[in-house]
T-cell receptor
């Protein structure tokens, strides 16, 4: 079945850029998403990218997609303490079923 | 974006009982999904709630344990039956229309004693 992998932990200093990486196996992916989960909360959709795009920028967030290598990244510019959370990447398969598979989550710690 | 109301937000239940979780959306959506997030883990899809037909369950999840209703295009329920401590998790409802973004409710935190 589909598999989505992320590194478990990332620590950055406030003001630096954070880059969270994700790899996936499903070659039929249509959409790839980044979600943020703060402690005790649900999932917040941060951004998403169509599989036929290479890059998407949304304010401090930049998503890069290398479809050949099945690699997705999320860059957060000028990281703030409020960005501390768990970040999940997810991929949506093509076809009628369109199942969404989530990565393991990366815990981002921002050091003041 | 869809606004999703999920109830209850949290509950503490006794072993052997059942909990029914409700998911209400402010607009009609084709797809509704139920996910489980065990402590410190990622999200696992339990099933897809189909309007007017039986839910489609993922491997490892069965209808007897997780019965689902989807009476219309804006509402679904998930019941977690015969509760055991291993069922303690966050349960999340999510919605989408084909080829569109996936949105989540705020989740139900279930603790089983």
């Amino acid at each position: 079945g589909e598999d989505v992998e992320q590194s478990l932990f990332l620590s950055v200093r406030e003001g630096d850029s954070s880059v969270i990486n994700c790899t996936y196996t499903d070659s039929s992916s249509t959409y790839l998403y980044w979600y943020k989960q703060e402690p005790g909360a649900g999932l917040q959709l941060l951004t998403y990218i169509f599989s036929n795009m290479d890059m998407k920028q949304d304010q401090r967030l930049t998503v890069l997609l290398n479809k050949k290598d099945k690699h997705l990244s999320l860059r957060i510019a000028d990281t703030q303490t409020g960005d501390s959370a768990i970040y999940f990447c997810a991929e949506r398969s093509g076809g009628g079923y369109q199942k969404v598979t989530f990565g393991t989550g990366t815990k981002l710690q921002v050091i003041p | 974006s869809a606004v999703i109301s999920q109830k209850p937000s949290r509950d503490i239940c006794q072993r052997g009982t059942s909990l029914t979780i409700q998911c209400q959306v402010d607009s009609q959506v084709t797809m509704m999904f139920w996910y489980r997030q065990q402590p410190g883990q990622s999200l696992t899809l339990i099933a897809t709630a189909n309007q007017g037909s039986e839910a489609t369950y993922e491997s490892g999840f069965v209808i007897d344990k997780f019965p689902i209703s989807r009476p219309n295009l804006t509402f679904s329920t998930l019941t977690v039956s015969n509760l055991s401590p291993e069922d303690s998790s966050i349960y999340l409802c999510s919605v989408a229309n084909p080829n569109e973004k996936l949105f989540f409710g705020s989740g139900t935190q279930l603790s089983v004693l």
